[in-house]
């Protein structure tokens, strides 16, 4: 019968083998090599284990334990000569390679701000230190707030179906669920949330996306955004309406603009006109941007119209004035970008402009 020290004497001379080998290995094939021939199925301290049914408790636990605690310092002694090995190799490889460090490295795109969304930042700026609230309000409105309340007469083309992106199909209705043409539509939703008795100033900017049935070419796109802002309050007049269109357009467009109004229509307004600037890329002189004429319509803003103060249950007394920017034409205007469908195609080539 062998005696436990007999066996402890075997495992020391295969820890001392397998050190030396590993330490003589400088390859990883013949380390692998030594790893199954010291860890193996049919490794000698597996053998040992394995005989080890016949002994008594003590013995096997004894042994077990030393066997258990070879194989893992062998393991450990492999591992650090792997990567002993490893790391050599690379050295090796690095010196033999030439590397020559005059060739360019590898460009890394770096993301770039699509410019709408620096015109939205822009925006929501200046409106916001001339004391605005900004909200970005319902895409998916209906007919009540997106038109009804608008004193938008009910035959006007806008309603068409050629012209709105409808989502119900009932036409006897007058209240069908649409994707917004606009966004004054928040204009019609927040006036009628409001405290009828309150005398406070209300002053809303709303931005976001707003859809027509148009056909996608270089300055229509089916899908596009709108800033849409109002004030309301005791004693506004014409006068503010002028200031803060003007203030707006020298902080967007830069201090030497030069801007004028010109009479419009738009239903939910009353007067209503259209503010030009002065084309940024000639300043009045004529260039194919502002197609030979000097100065570019940027905005659409008026007088609210007392039917929408009725509409929305206030005083038809109560007065307020506002505006509608589309967030890509001042853009395209601001960049000379002359594609609408640019700012959606996200190529890189374009973005990095900016
Ligand atoms: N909603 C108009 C449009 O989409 C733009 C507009 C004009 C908005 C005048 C206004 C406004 O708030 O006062 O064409």
Not at 38 to 45: A, F, H, R, V
Not at 79 to 93: C, G, V, Y
Not at 316 to 328: H, K, L, N
């Amino acid at each position: 019968m062998l005696a436990v020290n007999d066996l402890k004497k075997r495992l020391e001379i295969i820890r001392q083998q397998a050190f030396n080998n590993i330490d003589e290995v400088a390859d990883l094939h013949k380390l692998q090599v030594l790893k199954s021939q010291y860890l193996g199925k049919n490794s000698d301290i597996n053998n040992i284990l394995k005989s080890l049914e016949k002994f008594p408790h003590n013995f096997r636990i004894e042994i077990g334990q030393a066997a258990n605690k070879l194989k893992k310092e062998i393991n450990e002694y492999i591992i650090k000569k792997f990567n002993e090995i490893e790391k050599d190799n690379i050295n090796e490889r690095l010196k033999s390679s030439e590397i020559d460090l005059t060739l360019p490295g590898i460009d890394f795109n770096i993301g770039h701000i699509n410019p709408l969304l620096k015109t939205v930042t822009e925006i929501s700026e200046i409106f916001k230190n001339l004391g605005y609230q900004i909200i970005s309000g319902n895409e998916v409105e209906n007919e009540e707030y997106n038109f009804n309340r608008l004193n938008l007469p009910f035959d006007h083309p806008a309603r068409d179906m050629q012209d709105t992106f409808y989502l119900e199909n009932n036409n006897d209705k007058l209240n069908r669920w649409l994707l917004r043409t606009h966004a004054t539509n928040m204009t019609a939703r927040i006036l009628s949330e409001q405290d009828k008795n309150s005398k406070e100033t209300t002053a809303i900017i709303s931005l976001g996306n707003v859809y027509r049935k148009d056909d996608d070419d270089v300055t229509h796109s089916h899908q596009f955004m709108q800033v849409d802002g109002f004030l309301v309050g005791s004693n506004i007049t014409f006068a503010n309406l002028k200031w803060t269109l003007n203030y707006f357009c020298h902080q967007f467009f830069g201090m030497e603009t030069k801007t004028r109004l010109r009479p419009s229509y738009f239903p939910f307004t009353e007067p209503s006109v259209e503010v030009d600037v002065s084309c940024p890329k000639c300043n009045t002189e004529g260039c194919s941007l502002c197609k030979y004429t000097g100065w570019i319509e940027v905005l659409g803003a008026g007088m609210i119209h007392p039917n929408v103060f009725i509409a929305a249950g206030l005083d038809e007394t109560t007065a307020g004035f506002a505006f509608g920017i589309g967030i890509e034409r001042i853009t395209m205007i601001k960049y000379d970008i002359d594609d609408i469908r640019l700012f959606y195609n996200n190529d890189f080539r374009f973005l990095k402009q900016f």
